[in-house]
T-cell receptor, first 111, second 115 residues
Framework: GQQLNQSPQSMFIQEGEDVSMNCTSS?????WLWYKQDPGEGPVLLIA?????ELTSNGRLTAQFGITRKDSFLNISASIPSDVGIYFC???????????FGTGTRLKVLA | NAGVTQTPKFRVLKTGQSMTLLCAQD?????MYWYRQDPGMGLRLIHY???????AKGEVPDGYNVSRLKKQNFLLGLESAAPSQTSVYFC??????????????FGSGTQLSVL
């Protein structure tokens, strides 16, 4: 099935550093969602975006809906050890049941 | 504040056995989904439901059946388990698309091993 391209695939960062990741698609979406998944757990919704250009924050996390509607970005500021996990995006087109998921970015934070 | 609840959390089956995975949501969502997650393949949709009494096939429906007898429950059945069905299964729910409020909420998953 179709998957969205996420970059980077994985990253090691030092505690306190800022993190950036992105998600790109060949299709236009009306909604972008960002999730975090911890080992052995289900994905947890972090941020939802509904409008091109929209910038939304959730604590230290900020996500943006790309102007072309084919991409989205997630930034984490001042990373901490509990930010470790897999982050993935999901895109949705209005009027459909279908969500398309990204390949995931695995984040590891070095204390 | 339960959200989406899945049972069981873990299960081991022998090839040919059958089982049912249970999913319940308390958010009054019309749409419910079953996904499987495999390394390198991401989340793949097995079946979904747009309302009580309705179900439809996703991208990998073979070997699975579902039922949505009540709005809050969505059951996934494996008729005759095969090793290829070893995976982590997630249930999810959402409001219908089109209200500019599309959000997909997931359960905590069921780790299934078929020997």
């Amino acid at each position: 099935g179709q998957q969205l391209n996420q970059s980077p695939q994985s990253m090691f960062i030092q505690e306190g550093e800022d993190v950036s990741m992105n998600c790109t698609s060949s299709s236009i979406f009306n909604t972008w969602l960002w999730y975090k998944q911890d080992p052995g757990e289900g994905p947890v919704l972090l941020i939802a975006l509904y409008k091109a250009g929209e910038l939304t924050s959730n604590g230290r996390l900020t996500a943006q809906f790309g102007i072309t509607r084919k991409d989205s970005f997630l930034n984490i500021s001042a990373s901490i050890p509990s930010d470790v996990g897999i982050y993935f995006c999901a895109g949705h087109t209005s009027g459909t049941y279908k969500y398309i998921f990204g390949t995931g970015t695995r984040l590891k934070v070095l204390a | 504040n339960a959200g989406v609840t899945q049972t069981p959390k873990f299960r081991v089956l022998k090839t040919g056995q059958s089982m049912t995975l249970l999913c319940a949501q308390d958010m009054n969502h019309e749409y419910m989904y079953w996904y499987r997650q495999d390394p390198g393949m991401g989340l793949r949709l097995i079946h979904y439901s747009v309302g009580e009494g309705t179900t439809a096939k996703g991208e990998v429906p073979d070997g699975y059946n579902v039922s949505r007898l009540k709005k809050q429950n969505f059951l996934l059945g494996l008729e005759s388990a095969a090793p290829s069905q070893t995976s982590v299964y997630f249930c999810a729910s959402s409001y219908p698309p089109g209200r500019n409020n599309e959000k997909l909420f997931f359960g905590s998953g069921t780790q299934l091993s078929v020997l």
